[in-house]
C-alpha cells in the first residue's frame, strides 16, 4: 500500500512593524486624533467630505502615502495604506482615503504618466473606484464617488477612468457616506479608456484586493475607536453602587470586543502582505479579512451601543456615529454573499487536493479501522 | 511583516528526510485522530524520539535536547503535526523545576524529564475547586524530613502514564487562600497515590486521583513553603500562551493553535465526505451551495482564529470548534450521526466525534470565563470584577 506523504509549509509568521512603520503609524494616530474631533464628523455629514481636514492630510504627506514618488507620491507600500486607513477609521475621518489611494493606485499601476496622477497626490484631484462594475454592469454606486472628480470602472473588460464636471449628489445613507451614482452610459460623464483585455482584468483584480484590505481596515480602526468608547463609558457609568465595568456581563463584552479588533487587524495585515507579495498564493484573504471586518466592526458596535444603555442608541452619542458607519463601509461592494464567493477559492484548493489524494489512494490511510464508541465501554 | 516562505538549506533538507524516514520506521499516522492532546505516544516512539532528543529539541544535546535552531524545531514541530504524533513533552515543566528544584532533586529527577522518557501530569483541580484554584484542599503536613499528603485532585490528565505528579496542595490554612499553598512533585509509583478513570465524552480519558497518606521526602517540594501560587504562575502562564509571541510559532498559543488544528482536519474530513456522490442523488454534496458555504465560513473562522492574539487564541478557538463541529455534523446528518463502525457511518464518525469533544476545549487550561477576567484586567485595565 502506497502512503500519502503528509506534506508541510514552513512559512514566517511575523505581525511586528518595522521602525519606519510603527513612525508612520504613530504620525498618523496623532495626526487624526488630533484633526478629527466627532464635532468635525458631525459637521462633514452633509457635504460627505472636510475639505480642510483633506488638505491638512494632504499637507501632512498623508493623501500620497501610497502613491509611487513618480506621481508625486511618498512611495509607501499597501501596508502603509492600511495602517492609514485604520487610523482615519478609528476617528471616522470624514475624508476618501482608501477609494482614493486605491483608485489612484490602479491608475499609477496602468499608466504611470497619467496627467492625473500629480494632482491626485498633491490631493487637487480625488479619485475612486466603482468597486462591482466587473460584475454588475449599468450605473455604478461608488464609495467616495460624491466627492470624486473622477472614477475607474471596469466595463464590458475595458478600464475606463470617468470624469464628470462636477460629482453626482451624495446618495442618501445611514452613514452619511458620500456614496454616489456613476453612470458609465450618461452622455454628461466623460470616458478615458486606460486599459483594456488581460492588464485591464489583472490590474483591476490587484485593486480589487487593495480596496478589501484598505477597507477591512478602516472598519478595524473603526471597531477600535468603538471599543474604546464603549471601554471608557464601562469606567465612568455607574449602576448599583460600582462602575458598569466591574460586573462580568460588562468586561467580558469589553474583551470579547477587544479580541475581535485585534485578530480583524492581524487578519487584515496578512491579507495586505500577501496581496502585496504573494497575490496567488491566497487569492482569498482580502475578500476573509474584509467580511471579518464587516462582522466584527457591526458587532463590535452594536455591542457598544448596548453598554452605553440608552443613551447610546441616541444620535448625541458619539458611539452611534460609529453604528451608522459600521453598517454601510465594508458593504458598498456587496455585502457577505459576494465576499464568500470571493472566499470559496480556499474551499476549492482543499477539494482540488483531497481528490486528488482520493483519486491516487494517497490518502493518509493509517489504523483507521479504529473505532471511536461515542459512549465508550467501561476501560479495563 | 513577513509571512513569507523560508527558503530551506541541504541541511535541513536532509534533517526533513532524516525526521520522515524515523517517523515512517516507528509511527503510523492515524487520519481519525483530530486532537493530538489526547493521545500518547508509544513507547516506542517515545525512546526514538528521546534517543534523539527530538522532545525537547531547542535544548542542548546535554541537556536531554538536539541542540536545534529555531527552523529546524518548527520543521520538526510541522512533521509531528502533519504525522499525527501526539503532543509530548515537558515544557511547561521544566523552567519551573530549573528554578525551584533542589539540587538534589533536579539530579533525581531532571535527566528524563528533560529527555522526556519520564513525565508528569498536573495537579491543580479538585473536585470542589477548578477556576478557584487557591481553595485547593489537598493537604500537606510536615512529618520530619517528609510530608503526608491526602486529598484528591480531579482531571489529572496523564495520570496513569506520567512518573510524576505535579501537586498544588494546602500547607497552611483555607483562609490563607493562595498563600497557604506549596508546591510538590510526586513520583507517582508512592504507596498511597491511587489513579481512577474518568472518561469525558467521546470516549476522551482522563482522571481523579487520590492521595491517602502519601509520604514524600522533603527535596520533592518546589519552592518555599507557602509560595505555592508563586511556583505554579510560570508554567499556567506558558500554557495560557503569555510567552512572546514567537515569528515561527502559531500566534494564538499552543492551545489555541492545537485546536485550530483540529479545526482545519475537521474540515479536511468533510471535504472528503462532500466530494463523494451522494447515493441517494448521485450528486456530490461539494456542489450544493449550501455545503460550500458552511465549509468556506468554517475555512474563515480557521483564519481568523490563527490571527488571534496568544492570550485569547484559546478562547477564540474552542468557541470556532464547538460551533463549526456542530454546524458540519448538521450538513452530514443524518449518516453522519452515527459512530464509527455502525452501518452507513460517515468518515468513521469523526465529525460526531468532534461535536462531543469539543464542550471540553473551552474548560480545560483554564474556562474562558477565567481567561476574559485575565484579560479585563490584565489588557484593558479593568477593575476587579464584583
Avoid at chain 1, 28 to 39: A, G, K, M, Q, T
Avoid at chain 2, 3 to 29: N, Y
Wanted: hydrophobic fraction near 45%; charged fraction near 20%.
Amino acid at each position: 500500500m502506497t502512503r500519502a506523504e503528509p506534506q508541510i509549509e514552513l512559512r514566517w509568521d511575523d505581525y511586528t512593524l518595522s521602525r519606519d512603520q510603527e513612525d508612520v503609524r504613530q504620525v498618523l494616530r496623532r495626526f487624526f486624533s488630533v484633526n478629527s474631533p466627532s464635532e468635525r464628523v458631525r459637521a462633514a455629514e452633509a457635504a460627505g467630505i472636510d475639505e480642510a481636514l483633506w488638505r491638512a492630510a494632504v499637507d501632512a504627506e498623508l493623501v500620497g502615502l501610497s502613491l509611487p514618488d513618480a506621481a508625486g507620491g511618498q512611495n509607501a507600500g499597501l501596508v502603509e495604506l492600511v495602517l492609514a486607513t485604520e487610523e482615519a477609521g478609528r476617528v471616522l475621518a470624514p475624508v476618501p482615503l482608501a477609494d482614493h489611494a486605491v483608485a489612484a493606485r490602479l491608475l499609477a499601476s496602468t499608466d504611470a504618466g497619467h496627467a492625473l496622477l500629480r494632482p491626485a497626490a498633491a490631493g487637487d484631484v480625488i479619485l475612486a473606484v466603482a468597486p462591482l462594475s466587473a460584475e454588475q454592469r449599468g450605473p455604478q454606486l461608488v464609495p467616495g464617488g460624491a466627492v470624486a472628480h473622477a472614477v475607474l470602472m471596469l466595463v464590458d473588460g475595458n478600464l475606463l477612468l470617468l470624469r464628470r464636471p462636477r460629482p453626482p449628489a451624495i446618495a442618501a445613507n445611514q452613514a452619511a457616506a458620500p456614496l454616489a451614482w456613476w453612470d458609465p452610459d450618461d452622455p454628461a460623464t466623460d470616458a478615458e479608456l486606460i486599459a483594456r483585455g488581460r492588464a485591464a482584468r489583472d490590474r483591476w483584480t490587484m485593486a480589487i484586493g487593495e480596496w478589501r484590505v484598505a477597507m477591512a481596515s478602516a472598519l478595524t480602526g473603526l471597531a477600535a475607536g468603538a471599543c474604546d468608547l464603549a471601554r471608557a463609558y464601562s469606567l465612568e457609568r455607574g449602576a448599583f453602587g460600582a462602575p458598569i465595568a466591574t460586573y462580568q456581563a460588562i468586561s467580558h463584552t469589553l474583551v470579547e470586543l477587544h479580541m475581535a479588533v485585534e485578530a480583524a487587524r492581524n487578519l487584515t495585515w496578512r491579507a495586505a502582505w500577501y496581496h502585496a507579495h504573494e497575490p496567488g498564493t491566497r487569492p482569498e484573504l482580502p475578500a476573509m479579512a474584509l467580511s471579518n471586518a464587516i462582522r466584527t466592526a457591526t458587532d463590535v458596535t452594536a455591542r457598544s451601543v448596548h453598554i452605553h444603555g440608552g443613551f447610546g442608541v441616541t444620535l448625541e452619542a458619539d458611539v452611534s456615529l460609529y453604528h451608522r458607519r459600521a453598517g454601510v463601509w465594508g458593504r458598498v461592494a456587496g455585502g457577505q454573499r459576494l465576499l464568500e464567493r470571493a472566499a470559496e477559492t480556499a474551499l476549492d484548493r482543499i477539494v482540488a487536493s483531497r481528490r486528488a489524494a482520493s483519486a491516487s489512494g494517497a490518502r493518509l490511510n493509517g489504523p483507521s479501522a479504529l473505532r471511536r464508541p461515542a459512549i465508550p465501554v467501561e476501560p479495563a | 511583516m513577513n509571512f513569507g516562505q523560508i527558503e530551506l538549506d541541504e541541511r535541513q533538507l536532509a534533517f526533513i528526510r532524516d525526521v520522515r524516514a524515523v517517523l515512517a520506521r516507528h509511527w503510523i499516522p492515524d487520519p481519525d485522530v483530530l486532537a493530538l492532546d489526547h493521545h500518547w505516544p508509544t513507547p516506542e516512539l517515545i525512546e526514538v524520539l528521546a534517543e534523539r532528543g527530538w522532545i525537547h529539541p531547542c535544548h542542548a544535546e546535554e541537556d536531554g535536547g538536539a541542540g536545534l535552531g529555531p527552523v529546524e524545531a518548527r520543521l520538526l514541530e510541522l512533521l509531528f503535526d502533519a504525522y499525527r504524533v501526539p503532543s509530548y513533552g515537558n515544557q511547561f515543566l521544566l523552567p519551573t523545576l530549573d528554578r525551584y528544584g533542589s539540587a538534589e532533586l533536579k539530579a533525581e529527577v531532571m535527566p528524563d524529564l528533560k529527555s522526556g522518557r519520564a513525565s508528569f501530569c498536573l495537579g491543580y483541580t479538585e473536585p470542589d475547586s477548578g477556576s478557584d484554584m487557591a481553595a485547593a484542599r489537598t493537604r500537606a503536613i510536615r512529618d520530619g524530613d517528609e510530608w503526608v499528603i491526602n486529598g484528591s485532585k480531579m482531571f489529572t490528565t496523564w495520570a496513569q502514564q506520567a512518573d510524576y505528579v505535579f501537586l498544588l496542595a494546602r500547607t497552611g490554612t483555607v483562609q490563607e487562600k493562595h498563600r497557604g499553598l506549596t508546591v510538590f512533585l510526586v513520583p507517582m509509583r508512592t504507596e498511597g497515590v491511587e489513579v481512577r478513570p474518568v472518561i469525558g465524552m467521546g470516549g476522551v480519558r482522563t482522571n481523579v486521583t487520590y492521595y491517602r497518606d502519601v509520604r514524600v521526602h522533603d527535596r520533592y517540594r518546589l519552592g518555599g513553603v507557602g509560595d505555592g501560587w508563586k511556583v505554579v504562575s510560570g508554567p499556567l502562564a506558558s500554557e495560557h500562551g503569555a510567552d512572546a509571541p514567537d515569528p515561527l510559532g502559531d500566534l494564538n498559543g499552543p492551545m489555541g493553535a492545537a485546536f485550530t488544528r483540529t479545526l482545519a482536519r475537521l474540515v479536511e474530513r468533510t471535504v472528503d465526505w462532500a466530494i463523494v456522490p451522494d447515493p441517494a442523488t448521485g450528486e456530490p454534496p461539494i456542489d450544493d451551495p449550501l455545503v460550500r458555504s458552511a465549509l468556506t465560513a468554517a475555512l474563515l473562522d480557521i483564519e481568523v482564529c490563527r490571527s488571534t492574539p496568544p492570550g485569547y487564541g484559546k478562547v477564540a478557538a474552542s468557541a470556532a470548534l464547538a460551533r463549526h463541529a456542530e454546524a458540519l455534523l448538521d450538513l452530514t446528518a443524518p449518516a453522519g450521526l452515527l459512530d464509527g463502525g455502525a452501518p452507513g457511518t460517515v468518515e468513521h464518525g469523526v465529525i460526531a466525534w468532534a461535536r462531543l469533544f469539543a464542550p471540553a476545549t473551552d474548560i480545560y487550561g483554564g474556562t474562558s470565563e477565567m481567561y476574559r477576567n485575565n484579560l479585563a484586567r490584565g489588557v484593558l485595565g479593568l477593575p476587579r470584577p464584583r
